[in-house]
């Protein structure tokens, strides 16, 4: 049992190294695209969102599913669908080396849905990898939150 904690947390120690070692440009880099991903999803862009998530996508939704590319498109792009803008705290953008990150913020999302009001929180991370000079979402997961919950 105690090498098993210790393999847990010499490895969950590994992206910080990385990330202190990862130079700033690739930080930049890879928080300009997790600001333009979520601004595509806020603004229904289906061809942005086409081209910036990978095929072979996973999304784990809020209550634990798998879907791929075409759920989570389709879940953002409804036509019925709206958005208000969103504010995310506790925001973590961690290059995982030159080619691959993650970015992880809790938000309240909220909007009308075939015009019903709705408002949830949540905390989400994705998972980029960059195919030639730009990057795209493998791996997306939302864990919803209750709205109450005290932040940190």
Request: a negative charge; aromatic letters at 10%; charged letters at 25%.
């Amino acid at each position: 049992m105690r090498a098993m904690i210790a393999a847990v947390l010499a490895f969950s120690m590994v992206p910080v190294a990385v990330a202190a070692d990862a130079p700033a440009s690739e930080v930049a880099d890879l928080r300009a695209f997790a600001d333009a991903f979520d601004a595509a999803q806020i603004a229904q862009d289906r061809a942005a969102l086409g081209r910036m998530v990978a095929d072979d996508l996973v999304f784990i939704d809020g209550s634990g599913k798998r879907y791929g590319k075409a759920f989570f498109i389709d879940g953002w792009t409804g036509a019925d669908d709206d958005y208000d803008a969103v504010t995310l705290s506790d925001r973590v953008i961690l290059p995982l080396g030159k080619d691959a990150g993650l970015a992880s913020a809790e938000t309240i999302l909220s909007g009308r849905s075939a015009g019903t009001p709705f408002r949830v929180r949540i905390r989400f991370t994705d998972i980029f990898k960059r195919h030639g000079d730009s990057w795209q979402a493998t791996y997306i997961h939302v864990t919803r939150m209750a709205l109450d919950a005290p932040t940190l």
